[in-house]
């Protein structure tokens, strides 16, 4: 049963930095796309980034140059480094395992259980 639990959240103020730790448990993460995303209060969850089981990785516009996904193969963990951060990344983040989306633009994966990022101004 693959499990992912997300670590490193907290209150930050606006500039600051943060860095997110997936650890993943029954699924190697250096072979399955991860992917990275975001839930504001009253807000859809989206794609804040994703990297391929190769090297390949993609960004959302709102956090392209101050975010940066990675892989720990040694440690069995996807990370996300998030740099000036501003209020408007205030959210809850969330580690998903091979994510897709259905036509109806619905994200399916297996999902961490998420970790709350609070950016104050």
């Known amino acids: 049963q693959v499990q992912l639990v997300e670590s490193g959240g907290g209150l930050v103020q606006a500039g600051g930095s943060l860095r997110l730790s997936c650890a993943a448990s029954?699924?190697?993460?250096?072979?399955?796309?991860m992917g990275w995303f975001r839930q504001a209060p009253g807000k859809q969850r989206e794609m804040v980034a994703h990297?391929?089981?190769?090297?390949?990785?993609y960004y959302a516009d709102s956090v392209k140059g101050r975010f940066t996904i990675s892989r720990d193969n040694t440690k069995n963990t996807v990370n996300l480094q998030m740099n000036t951060l501003k209020p408007e990344d205030t959210a809850v983040y969330y580690c998903?395992?091979?994510?897709?989306?259905?036509?109806?633009?619905?994200?399916?994966?297996?999902w961490g259980q998420g970790t709350q990022v609070t950016v104050s101004s």
């Open positions: 998903a395992r091979h994510p897709r989306r259905d036509h109806t633009g619905f994200w399916s994966a297996t």
């Open positions: 990297i391929s089981n190769g090297r390949s990785t």
């Open positions: 029954g699924s190697i993460v250096s072979i399955v796309d």
